[in-house]
């Protein structure tokens, strides 16, 4: 059986209070728009079919998913931006 080394891997994801920069030093935010929506857009495509196929597809359950998704999509770009630090 495969044994992972949780802490080796999450050592290897460094955030810092610069964030992701572009070649210029500049914050890249279209780059960060773009990998957040990418991510919050499997999110929502999945808690959709979830919620179709179990029969629970209603206006309500689809205004929660999407307050999850706006979170979800949130905090990834304050992920990019650096607004969290990870220390090993």
């Avoid at 080796?8 to 030093?25: A, E, V």
């Amino acid at each position: 059986m495969l044994k992972l080394n949780y802490e080796t891997l999450t050592c290897k994801i460094h955030l810092s209070m610069r964030g992701q920069r572009d070649k210029k030093g500049k914050f890249d935010w279209s780059s960060a728009v773009l990998d957040a929506g990418i991510i919050s857009g499997i999110t929502l495509f999945t808690g959709l079919g979830t919620l179709a196929s179990s029969c629970a597809l209603t206006p309500m359950s689809v205004c929660v998913l999407l307050s999850a998704v706006g979170a979800e999509f949130l905090g990834i770009l304050a992920t990019k931006r650096g607004l969290v630090q990870k220390n090993c």
